[in-house]
């Protein structure tokens, strides 16, 4: 079965720190995987996918996340955090179906 | 281009009462999904349509949960009776599927259900 683990509920940085969110699947085959981010009172909007095209994929907002299959990890990262990048991040794994499976997301604030 | 559209946006209820959502998609996307969000947790799929036709709802609690999408386009997600578990986030989600399992779904704002 598939799943994604992300490590850590909660995340904070300073503005202009570096954004780490782990995220790491279980698939028995070549999965595609999401990032979506949540603000509040919001729906889920798509940051990037995995598609098995390119394993280093940009996303909008200055998010980026690498496709590392020996270490079965799809982490997100940003090189400068903005204040504006405070919500829920969410990853998301599929296979051959289109439905998605959620992790339960990481909180991320960001201090000025 | 109009998002996918949702309401009532927040709906309190007690338990054993009944309630029901609606979602608009975007113009032309075939698939509809409903998802509930429960507080800590991500979106849990309960199920998915393809126009009309219903192609998942194996996470559906069919004995209080009902849906359903009229003509391919809007769909109603009703639950009947309430009980204080079904509290959450119900997100309505849809997608074009012209390229199948990579096509990015389009999230509403979802209803957030309070059950007392």
């Known amino acids: 079965a598939q799943s994604v683990t992300q490590l850590g509920s909660h995340v904070s940085v300073s503005e202009g720190a570096l954004v780490l969110l782990r995220c790491n699947y279980s698939s028995s085959v070549p999965p595609y995987l999401f990032w979506y981010v949540q603000y509040p009172n919001q729906g889920l909007q798509l940051l990037l996918k995995y598609t098995s095209a390119a394993t280093l994929v940009k996303g909008i907002n200055g998010f980026e996340a690498e496709f590392k299959k020996s270490e079965t990890s799809f982490h997100l990262t940003k090189p400068s955090a903005h204040m504006s990048d405070a919500a829920e991040y969410f990853c998301?794994?599929?296979?051959?179906?289109?439905?998605?499976?959620f992790g339960t997301g990481t909180r991320l604030q960001v201090f000025p | 281009e109009a998002g996918v559209a949702q309401s009532p946006r927040y709906k309190i209820i007690e338990k054993r009462q009944s309630v029901a959502f609606w979602c608009n998609p975007i113009s032309g996307h075939a698939t509809l999904y409903w998802y509930q969000q429960i507080l800590g947790q991500g979106p849990k799929l309960l199920i998915q349509?393809?126009?009309?036709?219903?192609?998942?709802d194996s996470q559906l609690p069919k004995d209080r949960f009902s849906a359903e999408r009229l003509k391919g386009v809007d769909s109603t997600l009703k639950i009947q009776p309430a009980k204080l578990e079904d509290s959450a986030v119900y997100l309505c989600?849809?997608?074009?599927?012209?390229?199948?399992?990579?096509?990015?779904?389009?999230f509403g704002p979802g209803t957030r259900l309070t059950v007392l």
């Open positions: 989600a849809s997608s074009t599927t012209r390229t199948g399992w990579t096509d990015t779904q389009y």
């Open positions: 998301a794994v599929n296979h051959n179906t289109d439905k998605l499976i």
């Open positions: 349509f393809q126009n009309n036709g219903v192609v998942d």
